[in-house]
């Protein structure tokens, strides 16, 4: 009886960090929503594309801005930009609302 229980305690504990990285990636939620689009829209761009929170930051798919570039844009979890995925260099801008 000893084995089952360590047995299936082994098994959700191993569980648990796969079940937790799954659950991680996200869409953001209709506030979030708001707030990147405001984001989005003061760093200049026009439209984007799919909106999803993946290891803790806000990854933004196809982001187009004023001039027709289109970019990839990577927000921190409190919706400050960290890169505009041209260069591999670090941007932090950091928004006031």
Known sequence: MQKII?????IALLATPLGAAVA???APTA?????????????GFTS???VELDDNEWKVQNAIDQDGNRRDIVLDS????LN????????KVQILN
């Open 31 to 43: 506030d979030e929503t708001a707030i990147i689009s405001n984001v989005l829209l003061d760093e």
């Open 48 to 50: 984007w594309g799919k």
């Open 24 to 26: 991680a990636d996200r």
């Open 78 to 81: 409190q919706f400050v930009v």
């Open 84 to 91: 505009e995925g041209q260069d591999d260099s670090l941007v």
């Open 6 to 10: 360590r047995t299936s305690a082994l």
